[in-house]
């Protein structure tokens, strides 16, 4: 009975796992010969021309000719398919919510972001977010697409594999079961994950860290997050939470958190601590052309305003991003030491003021860190900017409906 139920399990496992690796490989690389997917997998071309063409069959990839066909090289490439498929990817924001419809290529169709308020009842938001699915589907039935699946990203904790948002420090949200909800309420598949960690796998698909196999992206929103990524994949820890680093304490005297403890790192270098930096120098009677840009009116100040203040050369605003830039400096310092990480990316608020804190925390992390770990160390602006999370989360729903496949 074991060896009869063992062999079809394992076979399963292995059809799986060689086609992520040859969609993966198209996704790279394509357009792309079925012989030089076989090339850089490894795998027989009989293997890859089982799995493509099975791809093929399901309309997620697409045969083009080469434009100039050479002999020994055959003629014909396959490439993902746009037309394979539509995905909604939607981030609840503590406050905002986007989304967006992508096809199958990773090609935006529609985008739209709107502010929302962490006052307002959680019911509320959920529906409002329903809503942009809503928007979303209806643009893909517009242009003939097969609704794939939903991604939500959420700025907390996630069980992944129940699809459930556990907790929520910034918003005080606690234990929503969104695929639950959202595959009654859609009927479609669906993934929940945390914000960064999605920020994360966009970045890595399809931004400023493809090809990148260890890189850590930090997403600053009004909370910060981090994303792992270790050999390529998404560093989850055991119970499915790793990547909290805007929770490690680095000053336990300090500031109060959103997580109800004192001194995390995001109560020193998340947006809410600029603003609030800006404003100790405002109150401290410094002059600043800041007070001109918001008319003197504090609770309109902004990171955009701070940036677009530090653009002109203001004091004010260029003393609170230098030291934001060093705290983070400091915590990337740590991280760098326990990961050897050999990228950060910045995204959300932080990408914003990139241009003021990459120098910044880029001596500081040579000063800081252990010298061997620093061999190759860089700092990048996120690609897609507030659009990371989303576009993870589009990868996401991509690879799971491949793997859906590979599975049958
Ligand atoms: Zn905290």
């Known amino acids: 009975m074991w060896g009869v139920r063992a062999v079809p399990a394992d076979q399963a496992l292995v059809r799986r796992l060689n086609t992520m690796m040859v969609f993966e490989e198209v996704r790279r690389a394509g357009p792309i010969a079925r012989a030089e997917i076989a090339g850089r997998t490894g795998l027989n071309r009989s293997t890859v021309s089982s799995i493509v063409n099975a791809l093929l069959e399901e309309g997620l990839l697409v045969e083009t000719q080469r434009e100039a066909p050479t002999i020994g090289r055959p003629g014909i490439l396959v490439d993902l398919n746009p037309h394979g498929g539509c995905i909604v990817g939607i981030e609840i924001g503590v406050d905002f919510l986007s989304a967006v419809l992508s096809d199958f290529a990773g090609g935006i169709l529609w985008r739209r972001r709107d502010p929302s308020d962490p006052q307002v009842h959680q019911n509320i938001v959920i529906q409002r977010a329903e809503e942009l699915v809503d928007q979303a589907l209806a643009v893909g039935r517009e242009h003939g697409l097969r609704p794939l699946g939903i991604g939500l990203g959420v700025p907390g904790l996630v069980n992944f594999r129940q699809g459930r948002l556990l907790f929520a420090p910034n918003l005080r949200w606690r234990d929503v079961p969104f695929r639950l909800l959202w595959t009654q309420r859609f009927g479609l598949p669906m993934i929940v994950e945390n914000e960064a960690n999605a920020g994360a796998l966009g970045e890595y698909y399809y931004g400023a860290a493809r090809g990148v196999e260890n890189f850590i992206f930090l997403s600053a929103g009004v909370g910060l997050g981090g994303g792992i990524i270790i050999h390529g994949e998404l560093f989850r ?14 000053q336990p005297e300090g500031d109060l958190c959103g997580c109800g403890r004192r001194g995390c790192w995001e109560t020193l270098v998340g947006p809410r601590a600029i603003i609030r930096r800006v404003r100790a120098l405002l109150e401290d009677a410094r002059p600043s052309l800041i007070r001109e840009l918001v008319q003197d009116n504090l609770d309109a100040l902004t990171m955009e305003t701070i940036v677009e ?38 995204g959300g608020a932080l990408n914003l003021a990139g241009d003021f804190l990459c120098p910044v925390i880029e001596s500081v992390v040579r000063e800081e860190a252990l010298a061997p770990a620093l061999e190759v160390f860089a700092i990048k602006r996120s690609a897609h900017g507030t659009d990371a999370c989303v576009m993870g989360l589009v990868a996401l729903v991509i690879n799971h409906t491949v793997e859906q496949l590979a599975g049958l």
Do not use: K, Q
């Open 237 to 250: 820890g055991s119970g499915g939470y790793a990547g909290e680093i805007g929770h490690m304490r680095i």
């Open 309 to 346: 203040a530090a653009r002109r050369g203001d004091e004010v605003a260029l003393e609170a991003l230098r030291h934001v830039g060093y705290w983070l400096g400091v915590g990337m310092a740590n991280l760098v030491n326990a990961f050897n990480t050999e990228l950060f990316v910045l």
